[in-house]
């Protein structure tokens, strides 16, 4: 499945569609933005937002209140609720609520996220598990996502950014 997406700077603009390998449209040409093809499902953001399955059926459709923040990795996704940032299953459940202002998609069990801060950085980062438990207190100024069981992690002390590694095993 090949994924097309117009972007801005094509002189006729138009919807970004997608298309199976045949070229043979199976999404129309109706939404501001259309993502990757992940664990079945593809992202979808326009008037109407959600997920769409290969054949271009609605899989999920969120609520006018709701929108997608990431594609669909490990079984969840993140979605947007009014400004706060929660987790989906398949199914269209929130199953982590609404809580984080950033997050990210899920690998090797965690997945990063911020919530609002005081101070000096308006938002700190740190992990959570699949059941949305934190499994060290948001202190990062950034975390990023796992790749081979390690993620970079950033964080500011005394005048000075410190960099790091946090496993996946704690």
């Known amino acids: 499945l090949r994924i097309y997406s117009v972007p801005d700077a094509y002189i006729v603009p138009a919807p970004?569609?997608?298309?199976?390998?045949d070229s043979s449209i199976i999404i129309s040409?109706?939404?501001?933005r259309i993502e990757n093809y992940s664990e079945g499902l593809i992202r979808v953001l326009g008037e109407k937002s959600g997920f769409m399955d290969a054949k271009g059926q609605w899989a999920i459709l969120l609520q006018s209140s709701q929108?997608?923040?990431?594609?669909?990795?490990?079984?969840l996704a993140a979605v947007n609720v009014r400004g706060a940032i929660g987790y989906i299953d398949k199914l269209?459940?929130?199953v982590i609520p609404p809580q984080?202002?950033?997050?990210?998609?899920?690998?090797?069990?965690?997945?990063?996220?911020?919530?609002?801060?005081?101070?000096?950085r308006d938002k700190t980062y740190s992990y959570i598990n699949r059941i949305g438990e934190f499994i060290i207190e948001p202190h990062?100024?950034?975390?990023?996502?796992?790749?081979?069981g390690i993620a970079r992690v950033h964080r500011y002390t005394d005048s000075n950014f410190e960099y790091g590694f946090f496993y996946d095993t704690g």
């Open 92 to 94: 269209g459940e929130i």
């Open 140 to 148: 990062f100024v950034r975390a990023d996502s796992f790749e081979d």
């Open 29 to 32: 040409p109706q939404f501001s």
């Open 16 to 21: 970004p569609s997608a298309t199976d390998p």
């Open 67 to 75: 929108f997608p923040s990431t594609n669909f990795s490990e079984g």
């Open 100 to 120: 984080f202002v950033d997050a990210a998609p899920f690998q090797s069990g965690l997945a990063s996220v911020a919530v609002k801060a005081s101070g000096i």
